[in-house]
Protein backbone atom coordinates (compact mmCIF):
# COMPACT_ATOMS: atom_id res chain seq x y z
CA UNK A 1 0.00 0.00 0.00
CA UNK A 2 1.32 3.78 -0.97
CA UNK A 3 1.72 6.38 1.45
CA UNK A 4 -1.25 8.01 -0.78
CA UNK A 5 -3.68 5.44 -0.14
CA UNK A 6 -3.00 5.50 3.58
CA UNK A 7 -3.54 9.27 4.15
CA UNK A 8 -6.53 8.73 1.99
CA UNK A 9 -7.79 5.36 4.52
CA UNK A 10 -5.61 6.05 7.58
CA UNK A 11 -5.82 3.37 10.31
CA UNK A 12 -6.62 4.12 13.52
CA UNK A 13 -2.91 4.23 14.76
CA UNK A 14 0.65 4.01 13.27
CA UNK A 15 3.59 1.73 14.18
CA UNK A 16 6.55 4.16 14.18
CA UNK A 17 9.88 3.15 14.14
CA UNK A 18 12.10 6.41 15.09
CA UNK A 19 15.77 6.21 14.27
CA UNK A 20 17.12 8.87 16.78
CA UNK A 21 21.21 10.02 16.60
CA UNK A 22 21.20 8.58 20.12
CA UNK A 23 19.16 5.33 19.20
CA UNK A 24 15.80 3.70 18.11
CA UNK A 25 12.54 3.79 19.82
CA UNK A 26 9.26 2.72 18.72
CA UNK A 27 6.77 4.67 18.87
CA UNK A 28 2.58 4.79 18.20
CA UNK A 29 0.93 7.61 16.76
CA UNK A 30 -2.60 8.67 15.65
CA UNK A 31 -1.14 10.89 12.91
CA UNK A 32 2.16 9.92 10.62
CA UNK A 33 4.46 13.08 10.37
CA UNK A 34 5.79 14.03 7.23
CA UNK A 35 9.07 14.97 6.03
CA UNK A 36 10.10 18.21 7.55
CA UNK A 37 7.87 18.12 10.23
CA UNK A 38 9.05 18.46 14.25
CA UNK A 39 9.13 16.45 16.78
CA UNK A 40 9.93 16.11 20.27
CA UNK A 41 11.52 13.98 22.98
CA UNK A 42 12.53 14.54 26.17
CA UNK A 43 12.63 18.28 25.78
CA UNK A 44 14.91 18.05 22.64
CA UNK A 45 13.61 19.08 18.76
CA UNK A 46 14.20 16.63 16.10
CA UNK A 47 13.72 17.16 12.53
CA UNK A 48 12.00 14.03 9.88
CA UNK A 49 14.72 13.85 7.71
CA UNK A 50 13.04 10.80 5.40
CA UNK A 51 9.95 8.19 6.12
CA UNK A 52 9.97 4.70 4.34
CA UNK A 53 7.58 1.55 4.49
CA UNK A 54 8.56 -1.40 6.34
CA UNK A 55 8.25 -4.81 4.93
CA UNK A 56 6.01 -5.50 8.34
CA UNK A 57 3.51 -2.19 7.78
CA UNK A 58 5.20 -0.08 10.34
CA UNK A 59 6.98 3.28 9.30
CA UNK A 60 10.97 4.17 9.89
CA UNK A 61 11.16 7.72 10.44
CA UNK A 62 14.91 9.24 10.31
CA UNK A 63 15.65 11.96 12.47
CA UNK A 64 18.16 14.56 12.84
CA UNK A 65 18.41 17.05 15.84
CA UNK A 66 16.93 20.33 14.83
CA UNK A 67 18.58 23.70 16.36
CA UNK A 68 15.83 25.97 16.44
CA UNK A 69 15.68 29.64 17.80
CA UNK A 70 12.26 30.76 15.72
CA UNK A 71 9.93 29.42 18.05
CA UNK A 72 8.10 26.98 15.82
CA UNK A 73 6.57 24.46 18.29
CA UNK A 74 7.01 20.61 17.06
CA UNK A 75 3.98 18.53 15.26
CA UNK A 76 4.54 15.75 17.73
CA UNK A 77 5.20 16.32 21.37
Same mark, same amino acid.
Given at each position: ?? +??? &?????? /?? %???????? *????????? +??? &?????? /?? %???????? *????????????????????????????
Amino acid at each position: MS +RAS &DLMNPP /SS %YSLTVRFP *SGTEFWRSE +RLP &DVGAAI /SQ %YGRKYLVV *SCERMPDGAFALNVAEQETSDGIEPAFA
